[in-house]
T-cell receptor
Framework: NAGVTQTPKFQVLKTGQSMTLQCAQDMNHEYMSWYRQDPGMGLRLIHYSVGAGITDQGEVPNGYNVSRSTTEDFPLRLLSAAPSQTSVYFC????????????FGSGTRLTVV | AQSVAQPEDQVKVAEGNPLTVKCTYSVSGNPYLFWYVQYPNRGLQFLLKYITGDNLVKGSYGFEAEFNKSQTSFHLKKPSALVSDSALYFCAVRDPMDSSYKLIFGSGTRLLVRP
């Protein structure tokens, strides 16, 4: 089925560990982005990409790294996990920057202990 | 600063009654406006959006929203609520002049529909 696929669905990390959250879309979307969802705060943009090889920071980029080597994949790396990064992470894609339509993945629930 | 406000953390209605979930925004210019719904342990599902045109927008599952520019509001409505509508609802705004193309989300409103 076409859509945005996120893996893993759940993850527990120890403080200081690193990991990569995977996001893949098979819709040939140019625009991809990562959000985090925290209780009572809605979703906030971490990083985004307007095409392969192009990434930029969003509102809350500290502690996260991204790359976009292909159109399909947009992994999010936590360099050294902290308890403040406990959150639910969503990947979203859009056909291009002119289209106001976003498809969201089902999320990754991350707990840092 | 750009922001979206959903003033009610929770809305409770009885099945069959009309429902309204409120949203106001603070974005300059002519923003794009969205409503998304989130069911437990699921991602966000698109309900409807307003870009331009008719102020009343119809969306999925019988939901609609009315854009009011003077009041900077975009309230979500449904004439007759179903128990299955119980979920977390997010209002979001995009500033078409923002080069990050990001969505600015409200804090969410939990809708509970009683049988």
């Amino acid at each position: 089925n076409a859509g945005v696929t996120q893996t893993p669905k759940f993850q527990v990390l120890k403080t200081g560990q690193s990991m990569t959250l995977q996001c893949a879309q098979d819709m040939n979307h140019e625009y991809m982005s990562w959000y985090r969802q925290d209780p009572g705060m809605g979703l906030r943009l971490i990083h985004y990409s307007v095409g392969a090889g192009i990434t930029d920071q969003g509102e809350v980029p500290n502690g996260y790294n991204v790359s976009r080597s292909t159109t399909e994949d947009f992994p999010l790396r936590l360099l050294s996990a902290a308890p403040s990064q406990t959150s639910v992470y969503f990947c979203a894609s859009s056909p291009n920057t002119r289209t106001a339509y976003y498809t969201f993945g089902s999320g990754t629930r991350l707990t840092v202990v | 600063a750009q922001s979206v406000a959903q003033p009610e953390d929770q809305v409770k209605v009885a099945e069959g009654n009309p429902l309204t979930v409120k949203c106001t925004y603070s974005v300059s210019g002519n923003p794009y406006l969205f409503w998304y719904v989130q069911y437990p342990n699921r991602g966000l599902q698109f309900l409807l959006k307003y870009i331009t045109g008719d102020n009343l927008v119809k969306g999925s599952y019988g939901f609609e929203a009315e854009f009011n520019k003077s009041q900077t509001s975009f309230h979500l409505k449904k004439p007759s609520a179903l128990v299955s509508d119980s979920a977390l609802y997010f209002c979001a705004v995009r500033d078409p002049m923002d080069s990050s193309y990001k969505l600015i989300f409200g804090s969410g409103t939990r809708l509970l529909v009683r049988p």
